[in-house]
């Protein structure tokens, strides 16, 4: 358990890069996380589906890669090092 919470905390710079790759700067993350709040039928009266939806793939991309990251660290270290 210790291992995973120190590969989370190390690769704090990793999610900041691949953070500034998906969503080009904290503007985009803020708006990322606006639509991710707002209901989608709020958006969908207001024409903005479209952009709901990418923002909040987006998201997912971004928590799913940063996941990725840490559980490759986390087998590569326990398989190979460990």
């Known amino acids: 358990m210790t291992l995973w919470i ?4 190390v690769n704090a710079p990793v999610y900041l890069l691949f953070g500034k790759a998906v969503f080009g700067g904290w503007d985009g993350f803020g708006e990322c996380v606006k639509y991710w709040l707002m209901p989608d039928v709020v958006s969908l ?3 903005e589906w479209g952009e709901d939806f990418w923002a909040e793939l987006k998201l997912v991309w971004w928590a ?3 996941a ?6 986390w087998w590569v270290l326990t398989n190979y090092v460990l």
Not at 68 to 73: L, Q
């Open 6 to 9: 120190i590969l989370i905390i």
């Open 45 to 47: 009266f207001r024409g």
């Open 64 to 66: 799913a890669g940063c």
């Open 68 to 73: 990725v990251v840490v559980f490759g660290e």
